[in-house]
């Protein structure tokens, strides 16, 4: 498995994909929490939480391992990969240091073609069966956006998922701000709706809360949108003018207990996964992801949660 990482993934179109790995009814999107054909959605009981290791990427650079046992020492039960620096070529080897520091592979960013690549996806499966991830997801692919070439990456989605789903593993999508901007041609659907309602129930739809809201948008209303598509969501700070103090979660901008009362809801979570993109002067990336968990927990031990 090549070691590349999430911000090269975000440059991958779907032929740049192929090259390094070589919908729902108009009943089912307006029940608040209801699956395919109108079937309900169990609420979640357990959440559990991960750190997206681009979030100590800088840190990852100078010490995988040592990031590793910082991150579970802070008591994050999983990490989600974007890259596997010395590991790119060993799962086996990256299996034992996440059993040995008790840590869950909670999901991955890798590029699209990791999985909707025919040539590639046996290779992509047996790698992450090795490290125990199920979880699948492309951080960006420059088709998403577009009018037509966005109708074809759905469809690659949905038999990406359902080749996946034999093995007991999810591809899935993860947003930006762009994506939760109303599409070309539509007068109340973004991108983010489009790519939902064209996909089936078994492709995952990794909001990134912090950056819905930085488009304006309201994370709640997806979430309650499209019941049972959150298995695994960013739960990234935001600051947005004149609403939080500083980027950490619970001290931003984001309505979080309301997107966790939907996520437990309706969403189908498992994971929360934090993601730290902005830190606070003085402290370093770990510091502050530390500063976001403790601020999650609060709040879930607030809502009880914990």
Request: include cysteine.
């Amino acid at each position: 498995m090549k070691d590349y990482t999430r911000r090269d993934a975000l440059k991958l179109t779907a032929a740049g994909a192929a090259l390094l790995a070589g919908g729902s009814n108009f009943a089912q999107a307006h029940c608040g929490s209801c699956g395919p054909k109108g079937k309900k959605v169990a609420p979640v009981k357990n959440v559990r939480i991960a750190l997206q290791l681009y979030s100590v990427r800088r840190s990852c650079g100078k010490d995988f391992d040592g990031v590793l046992a910082k991150v579970a020492k802070m008591g994050y039960v999983g990490v989600e990969f974007a890259g596997y620096h010395k590991y790119g070529k060993d799962p086996k080897a990256l299996k034992k240091r996440l059993d040995d520091l008790g840590l869950i592979a909670a999901c991955t960013h890798i590029g699209t073609g990791s999985f909707t690549n025919p040539k590639s996806i046996q290779k992509t499966i047996d790698f992450h069966k090795t490290i125990g991830c199920k979880y699948l997801v492309a951080p960006g692919d420059g088709s998403f956006c577009h009018p037509e070439r966005s109708k074809k990456l759905a469809e690659d989605f949905n038999k990406a998922a359902e080749t996946l789903k034999k093995v007991g593993m999810y591809c899935g999508y993860h947003n930006h701000s762009r994506e939760m901007k109303k599409a070309a041609g539509e007068t109340t659907k973004s991108w983010f709706d489009l790519f939902a309602e064209r996909t089936s129930q078994d492709v995952v739809l990794q909001q990134d809360v912090g950056w819905t809201v930085h488009a304006g948008a309201d994370p709640v209303a997806f979430i309650r949108r499209y019941p049972g598509r959150y298995k695994v969501q960013h739960f990234k700070p935001a600051l947005i003018k004149g609403k939080g103090t500083q980027p950490i979660i619970g001290d931003d901008s984001v309505p979080w207990k309301e997107v966790i009362a939907a996520s437990y809801e309706v969403g189908g979570a498992d994971w929360f996964t934090v993601e730290q993109e902005r830190y606070i002067k003085g402290k370093n990336d770990l510091e502050c992801s530390e500063m976001s968990l403790v601020g999650l927990k609060k709040i879930l031990k607030a809502m009880g949660k914990s």
